[in-house]
């Protein structure tokens, strides 16, 4: 701690003294103000150019495309990207395709995460080995055994392809959800369960009595993690799913682009991103909540 009391100067660049000059504080002080900016900036800038152009003529977007503002607004470009390009219609079919995969991803990262942490089988160090092994694996280099596996599932023999299930149970497989659960399930004091299962408590009401409402903040960004990774998703949908009217957005918009104006192709692309950014905004409190129960760093 330097000698005015703040402990954060102790262990910057720049010693006390330096800090007590007028300068030398204007100086940093203009640099950090100048960083912000330009962080704001460079996260902001793709969204107004984004908006700019979906309120833009397509003859002005491709005559001036790094203007400001378009001469002529063009408002009636999100409508007709609704209506023409259907966007409504990809939307709601990326909604359910989401949803259930974020609904398949909470259900199995919070139960594996329990029974590795809490319950603890003898196998449990193997199928924790298990999942660490899985993210070394590239997802590319499955695609083909887990397309086989959805046109014949094994035991079954029965097809799921083209139906949200060749989506929603593929998602469940996310082991980085599973050791973020479990990571935030090993910090809870043991004694809560041991106290449980001295009051007759078996596992399933220690899970659902006490470690699921503790953990909101991890389930914030499990939540996060999954409906971001599932929107953004396109290979894996355009592959499980080759009906064009069942296909999602991010798999629609690039065949859109093929014949749609450029104007209303970037005005689908704004409704698009509004729903994530949304759910963001949203759950950022939790979010950063979760991430600091976990111990992520970067």
């Given amino acids: 701690m330097t000698a005015d009391g703040d402990p954060t100067r102790a262990r910057g660049l720049l010693a006390a003294a330096d800090w007590r000059t007028p300068a030398t504080r204007r100086g940093w002080r203009a640099v950090h103000v100048l960083l912000f900016a330009f962080l704001v900036l460079a996260g902001l800038a793709p969204l107004l150019w984004t908006f700019k152009a979906a309120v833009s003529s397509s003859a002005d977007l491709l005559a001036d495309p790094l203007s400001l503002w378009p001469r002529q607004a063009r408002w009636a470009n999100l409508s007709d990207a609704w209506t023409k390009l259907e966007i409504g219609h990809y939307l709601g079919n990326t909604v ?60 079954l023999n029965v097809s799921i392809a083209n139906t949200p299930l060749a989506v929603w149970l593929p998602a469940g497989a996310h082991a980085f959800n599973i050791l973020l659960a479990k990571q935030f399930f090993d910090a809870i004091p043991r004694e809560l369960f041991e ?30 993690f999954a409906v971001m990774s599932a929107w953004k998703d396109f290979l894996w949908p355009m592959i499980a799913i080759t009906d064009p009217q069942a296909q999602p957005l991010a798999v629609a918009l690039p065949r859109l682009a093929q014949a749609a104006e450029p104007a209303l192709l970037v005005a689908g692309l704004l409704i698009a991103t509004i729903p994530p950014l949304l759910i963001f905004l949203i759950f950022q409190r939790y979010v950063v909540r979760g991430i600091g129960f976990t111990g992520l760093k970067g």
Avoid: K
Wanted: net charge positive; no cysteine; aromatic share 12%.
């Fill in 195 to 224: 106290a449980a299962r001295v009051d007759g408590a078996g596992s399933w009401t220690v899970f659902r009595r006490i470690v699921l409402p503790m953990s909101a903040p991890i389930l914030a960004v499990i939540s996060l």
């Fill in 96 to 155: 359910v395709l989401v949803a259930g995969s974020w609904l398949v991803q909470l259900v199995v990262a919070t139960t594996a995460g329990f029974a590795l942490s809490v319950v603890r089988p003898w196998y449990g160090r193997y199928v924790y080995g298990a999942f660490l092994t899985t993210l070394f694996v590239p997802g590319t280099v499955t695609l083909v055994a887990l397309y086989l596996t959805i046109l014949d599932l094994p035991g």
